[in-house]
């Protein structure tokens, strides 16, 4: 014959008043033995209490919020016939530590399901943060929803099962909302390394800037499909028009390096290929085109990198443009650059050539479409007329959106560079 019994919390180790975060069940729900009743959380581990008995929840004697012991009555049960006097779950609760995940995580099992195919992969760090109960948290791991991405509906933003089931719901049917920003790839964390386990280490936290620069620079390369095209200019006139140049201002203390010539031959590149001085707009369906020429100078500082913008580039001379750089790295090194400075860019160059390398592959300053990269010239043997002759070269590596620019039109950006800067006449002074 059915009987009503009392669910009692059991010994639940060297925890005394611990709070009961969620109550999972209500009056007249049928339950299983060993399916969880409640959640209990301490600030150490929290864990689900599992009913010792199949049957229906006749009272609940609990609620949340309320701090309970073993021995506190959770519920009454009608027990199923069947039962015995020995009630089932006799063991100690599974206890869940806060820091390790419930269940192995892309083994293709949970601890007590087999699975045939394995999970998709969920952010560790943003999952154990979330405010769930154990039995959430194994569901949501079940289905490979990330909790880190679910904004919960219960109490104090605790996530709750529909949730749960509401976020894979979304996922199924495509919601953009619920995707990785820009419909990317849910990307696997890093390997979590115990690196002291290997020898003596420092650890140092990252600068603001190396944070920001950070976040922008790994948004860009994981949204835009990046390639990079190589190219050489003959830079040997301008190198000898360059030094002219800077010998005449010495005085003045302006110092005319390579990177005003590239503003300026940048420039004219993207007054003669528009689609590089343009954006993608949000929808990713309509290419803005700018009529404006503010190009981007990658300025490498002791905090990290960061890329002041110098305006209207076409409408400054050689000498002004000689000066900006100057004072604006000066103020970028000193921390003392405004927000206003680094925004509204068309293109950014940068420069390598003061340090060295052949070439390299820069990452895109979204929203703009392309950025070029720029070695240090060097003295190579060309062919010309028959004969090697010694020129300097200078490397130019531009990363463009695929999405947006062609191989054909980038080699061709590149090479009208490589011929703008081999003749210094044609460049606008
Ligand atoms: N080839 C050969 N020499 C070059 C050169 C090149 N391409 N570019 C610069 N040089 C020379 C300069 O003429 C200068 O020579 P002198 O000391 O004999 O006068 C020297 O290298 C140092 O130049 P500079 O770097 O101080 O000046 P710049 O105007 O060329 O560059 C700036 C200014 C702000 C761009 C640069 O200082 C800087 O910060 N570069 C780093 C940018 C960066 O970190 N980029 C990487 C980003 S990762 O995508």
Redesign the pocket.
């Known amino acids: 014959m059915a009987k009503i019994i009392e669910i009692t919390v059991p010994d639940i180790g060297d925890f005394d008043e611990v709070e009961v975060i969620e109550v999972l069940v209500q009056a007249g729900d049928r339950v299983e033995a060993e399916s969880s009743l409640i959640t209990l959380e301490s600030d150490k581990a929290s864990m689900d209490i599992p009913s010792p008995h199949s049957g229906t929840i006749k009272e609940i004697k609990i609620k949340a919020g309320q701090k309970v012991s073993q021995g506190h009555i959770i519920a009454t049960i009608e027990a199923d016939e069947t039962v015995t006097n020995k009630p089932i779950a006799e063991k100690k609760p599974a206890k869940i530590e806060a820091d390790k995940p419930a269940v192995a995580v892309n083994t293709g099992r949970s601890a007590a399901t087999p699975r045939p195919a394995p999970l998709p992969t969920v952010n560790e760090g943003g999952f154990r943060k979330a405010h769930a109960s154990p039995a959430v948290r194994k569901f949501a791991r079940e289905l490979g929803a990330d909790l880190g991405r679910i904004n919960g509906t219960g109490n104090k933003g605790r996530i709750l099962k529909e949730d749960v089931q509401n976020f894979i719901k979304q996922i199924l049917s495509g919601s953009a909302a619920f995707m990785p920003a820009g419909g990317g790839l849910a990307v696997a964390p890093p390997p979590e390394i115990d690196f002291a386990a290997y020898g003596e280490i420092e650890s140092k936290a990252l600068s603001n800037i190396n944070k920001l620069t950070g976040k922008y620079?790994h948004s860009s390369w994981v949204r835009i499909p990046h390639v990079t095209q190589f190219d050489e200019a003959d830079i040997t006139e301008l190198e000898k028009y360059?030094k002219q140049l800077?010998e005449k201002y010495k005085d003045q203390g302006i110092?005319i390096?390579?990177?005003?010539f590239l503003l300026k031959a940048v420039v004219s590149a993207l007054q003669e290929f528009p689609r590089f001085n343009s954006s993608l707009d949000a929808s990713g369906e309509n290419l803005i085109f700018k009529k404006y020429f503010h190009i981007g100078?990658?300025?490498?500082?002791p905090d990290g990198?960061v890329v002041p913008v110098i305006q209207d580039v076409d409408k400054k001379n050689l000498l002004q443009l000689?000066e900006e750089?100057?004072s604006?790295?000066q103020l970028?090194r000193e921390k003392k650059l405004k927000i206003d400075k680094m925004k509204g860019g068309c293109f950014t160059?940068?420069?390598?050539?003061?340090?060295g390398g052949t070439a390299?592959t820069?990452?895109i300053n979204q929203p703009e479409v392309a950025?070029l990269?720029?070695?240090?010239?060097?003295l190579k043997p060309v062919y010309q007329d028959n004969t090697l002759v010694p020129r300097l070269m200078?490397?130019l590596s531009l990363s463009y959106d695929h999405r947006v620019i062609d191989g054909v039109a980038a080699a061709k950006f590149t090479r009208f560079l490589g011929e703008i800067l081999a003749d210094a006449q044609r460049l606008p002074s």
């Open positions: 620079l360059r800077s110092k390096t390579i990177i005003a100078v990658a300025v490498d500082t990198l000689a750089i100057i604006t790295a970028a160059i940068s420069s390598l050539g003061g340090v390299f820069p990452i950025i990269g720029v070695s240090r010239s060097s200078l490397p």
